[in-house]
């Protein structure tokens, strides 16, 4: 049973354009929420970490978002760039043995020129 | 500092060999991942540890099998490799409730 829906599952969008990808989920309750941004052929990067407490998180052209109430996440990307190329993991965070994350397939972004 | 690191970067192993992925990680950081990623796949845990002495199994342990003597080291061992784990394997490290630092990557090739 999928625990986390992103969506769309791919995107190709225009370099300087807005775009925004959405993740719902149905793990509850979790410590916190995130994002990594993982580039083909490397380990995820950790872009995010939002708390139950926190509605919105930014970092640089990024922008999180979190709804407890609906259980839906946003990653908004500002301007994009054609290094924003990549793949874009939702992960919510529970705190239990091992801090094990469960890892999607994600939302796969193309940027071009 | 030089984070997680991992050797080799890319193997060829063949059908029924053996061979160790390491993973050496200078944050002494407590928990410690191993996952593998199959192409245009997510992420799948295969052993973590939360400490030195300490291991557990994740969702794919099958002909896996990792051992943590001391916290800087990770070690992942393949036994009778099957081409079903050509895929790429990364380490990660963690302190509690922090975010994961992933290496960057073996990429392994069974034949």
């Known amino acids: 049973k999928n625990q986390v829906e992103q969506s769309p599952q791919s995107l190709i969008i225009l370099e300087g354009k807005n775009c925004t990808l959405q993740?719902?989920?149905?793990?509850?309750?979790?410590?916190?929420l995130r994002w990594y941004k993982q580039d083909t052929g490397r380990g995820p990067v950790s872009l995010t970490i939002?708390?139950?407490?926190?509605n919105t998180k930014s970092n640089g052209r990024y922008t999180a978002t979190l709804d407890a109430d609906t259980k839906q996440s946003s990653l908004h990307i500002t301007a994009s760039q054609l290094s924003d190329s990549a793949s874009y993991i939702c992960?919510?965070?529970?705190?239990?043995?091992?801090?094990?994350?469960?890892f999607g397939g994600g939302t796969r972004v193309l940027v071009k020129p | 500092n030089a984070g997680v690191t991992q050797t080799p970067k890319f193997h060829i192993l063949k059908i029924g060999q053996s061979m160790t992925l390491q993973c050496t990680q200078d944050?002494?950081?407590?928990?410690m991942y191993w996952y593998r990623q199959d192409p245009g796949m997510g992420l799948k845990l295969i052993y973590y540890?939360?400490?030195?002495?300490?291991?557990d199994k994740g969702e794919v342990p099958n002909g896996y099998n990792v051992s943590r003597s001391t916290t800087e080291d990770f070690p992942l061992r393949l036994e009778l490799a099957a081409p079903s784990q050509t895929s790429v394997y990364f380490c990660?490290?963690?302190?509690?409730?922090?975010?994961?630092?992933f290496g960057p990557g073996t990429r392994l090739l069974v034949l």
């Open positions: 990660a490290t963690a302190g509690a409730m922090e975010t994961q630092y």
């Open positions: 992960v919510p965070f529970i705190k239990a043995a091992g801090n094990k994350l469960t």
């Open positions: 939002m708390t139950f407490s926190e």
């Open positions: 944050m002494n950081h407590n928990y």
């Open positions: 540890s939360v400490g030195a002495g300490i291991t």
């Open positions: 993740c719902n989920y149905t793990v509850s309750p979790f410590s916190n």
